[in-house]
Each structure stands twice: as C-alpha cells, then as structure tokens.
C-alpha cells in the first residue's frame, strides 16, 4: 500500500504511543517525597524583606553632598593603581538596614582589585546613615554607590 508521506507518519506516530504509555505507566520507581519548608534553600523567613525602592530612599547623614566629601577625604588612592596608572568607577551594593548599619557590601563592578578593595574599606567604615522607610515603616533597603577613582 502506498500512503503519503503525512499519513506515514502518523501511522508511525499511533503505533508508537501505546507502547511510550506503558512505559510510562510501568515505571517501578516511586513518586519522590513532598518538599517541606521554604521552597528555596537557604531563605531565612526571619530575616527582614530587602527593598530595592522605598518611598524616603536611605541618606548618608548630611545627604548627598556631606556623602560626597566623605568619600573624597577617606578614600586612598592604592599605590599600585597610581604607579599603573589605573583609574576609574567602581561600582558598590550594600543593604542598609534598619538601624542604618550596612552589611552585605560587595563590589557589583569593579576596575582593578585595589580599587575594588579601598572602596569597599570605605563604605564599610561610614557612619550609621538615616533608613529608609516603605509606607511609613523603617525597613531595609539595597543601595548602590558609584566610588570615582581620577588620577590628578
């Protein structure tokens, strides 16, 4: 008999599936246990939410411009950076929390590993800043901050 092609294939698809479901329904291996607690491993449900935007943002005590001088007094220029030559804008991200400390800082674009490092020695040294606050309430808050390394 000749069938086109089409139909061939759909003979050879039929024929096929009642052997791909007992296969299927012959599996001798048994449903995995249900997974318990969070759904993602290593969330502390205790932990407070971390916001991205809030409606009054965290503010180095003095604001931006006291941030600014901060920032140009404290920094030290590696030595190893000016002898190469090597300037730039790293980038930083830190959570201030809700007492106005910061933790988790961390480099989210650096320009060379001593850059990178003095400009996290110095985030990790400031002051206690003002929190941020979502719908009236103090809450913890991710901030970024470019730190601009220029050779004079």
Known sequence: MNFPNAA????VLLASTPLMLAAQ????EAPPPPVEGP???GIDEKAPQVFTMVEEMPEFPGGQQALMKYMSSHLQYPEIAKEDGIQGKVFLSFV???DGSLRDVRVIRGVHP???REAMRVAKSMPLWKPGKNMGKVCCVQYNLPV???LQ
Do not use: G
């Open 39 to 41: 759904a993602v491993i």
């Open 25 to 28: 329904v012959r599996s001798d």
């Open 8 to 11: 061939r294939c759909l003979m």
């Open 114 to 116: 001593s850059l990178d």
């Open 148 to 150: 601009n390394f220029v």
């Open 96 to 98: 201030v929390q809700e």
